[in-house]
């Protein structure tokens, strides 16, 4: 009698053992995509250690109250304007033009009673206990949005390409040695013409 | 003659279902590849505001800080208030250097020092919660903080 072929096997239940693993790993991982804004706090300052005195036109306050509506200067302001008076208050360039801070890439109205030059301008950004999270990042990302336009305006100015696209680059690891030494050096000059000098008050306890 | 038997009949052929695995083996390796286990479980909500100026997190030296009301399944037993979670468990405030400094041991040596701290917290948890965090944060010296968000801008609602 010829010899039957074995019989094959049932491949029914190989779907089966796939869908299982497949709803294993379905539920037990998440895809990661965490970004954020980036700060560096200030650390703890000794009580005897006096703060140097800033001149008023070179503060910018932004007040949030518990109800998330913004007080800037002294003037009540919609979110979205933010953005483009942290613009001009920073590129300002109030210092005349033959006392040693004068700013020359700025290209504000250079009004006297605003920044002197970007370097001593200060925001502060004072919140409520009760405001809500929500308006604190919406108002930390449009004060960064200001910063990043200024800086990617110089750069391109500069050097053709984009602050924020170089930063990420830098962070993506897509730069080796002396390349990565020079672009960092630049990254470092660009961060020093709009220095990020955000300070955050104690919220005052009502 | 058994060049002319009639043909098996009418039906259709069925379909073959023998690609079947292969299709779902390949769903299987996307997923294996493109995601991480998850290493806590959430116990509190996390609905992350929008930001769009934002930076990619480092995950290698980052320690969480996850931030809000406990999740509905815990509400009953710990409240509507907003809390903070490290690990696996609530802590308190006045807890976090050794939970943060328990989680940062965790970390590869090396990297310790530059330890960046991602908060990940509710939008709609009260900026105290966060303020008593960063102070907190201030004193052990754990200055580099990252709030993460989730892409979009708030503007735009």
Redesign the interface.
């Known amino acids: 009698m010829a010899r039957r072929s074995a019989p094959e096997v049932n491949a029914g239940s190989m779907a089966d053992i796939a869908f299982l693993l497949l709803i294993f790993f379905l539920v037990t991982t998440t895809m990661e995509k965490d970004k954020g804004i980036a700060r560096q706090l200030p650390p703890i300052q000794e009580n005897d250690i006096i703060p140097p005195k800033i001149k008023e036109k070179n503060l910018f306050i932004v007040l949030v109250n518990k109800n998330n509506q913004l007080l800037v200067n002294d003037a009540p302001m919609e979110l979205r304007n933010l953005r483009q008076e942290a613009i001009e208050f920073l590129d300002n360039g109030g210092a005349s033009s033959n006392s040693p801070e004068y700013c020359s890439y700025c290209k504000g109205n250079r009004k006297p009673n605003s920044s002197d030059n970007p370097n001593k301008a200060v925001i502060s950004v004072q919140n409520d206990r009760l405001t809500t999270y929500n308006t604190y990042i919406a108002v930390q990302n449009e004060l960064v949005a200001a910063y990043n336009f200024l800086r990617n305006r110089e750069s391109q100015r500069l050097y053709g390409w984009d602050y924020t696209e170089a930063k990420k680059d830098m962070g993506l690891g897509r730069y080796k040695g002396k390349a990565k030494d020079q672009i960092n050096k630049k990254l470092k000059e660009i961060q020093e013409m709009y220095p990020l000098k955000l300070s955050e008050a104690q919220a005052k306890k009502k | 003659m058994s060049k002319f038997t009639k043909k098996k009949g009418n039906e259709l052929p069925p379909v073959s279902?023998?690609s079947?695995?292969d299709i779902?083996?390949m769903?299987?390796f996307f997923?294996?590849v493109?995601?991480?286990?998850?290493e806590t479980n959430l116990l509190v909500e996390q609905n992350l505001?929008?930001?769009?100026?934002?930076?990619?997190?480092?995950?290698d030296r980052s320690v969480f800080i996850f931030a809000g009301k406990p999740s509905d399944q815990y509400k009953d037993k710990y409240g509507d208030e907003g809390r903070i979670q490290i690990g696996d468990k609530y802590t308190e405030v006045s807890n976090i250097g050794i939970a943060l400094t328990e989680a940062r041991g965790k970390l590869n040596p090396e990297l310790q020092s530059s330890v960046?701290v991602?908060?990940?917290?509710?939008?709609?948890?009260?900026?105290?919660l966060?303020?008593d965090i960063?102070e907190k944060?201030?004193?052990l010296?754990m200055?580099?903080?990252?709030?993460?968000?989730t892409?979009g801008?708030?503007?735009e609602n």
Request: no cysteine; charged share 25%.
């Open positions: 279902t023998a079947l695995p779902v083996f769903l299987l997923f294996m493109a995601t991480v286990m998850r505001p929008k930001a769009d100026q934002v930076e990619k997190l480092k995950k960046v991602a908060l990940k917290v509710d939008d709609d948890t009260n900026t105290g966060v303020t960063k944060l201030r004193e010296n200055v580099k903080i990252i709030y993460i968000t892409p801008n708030q503007l």
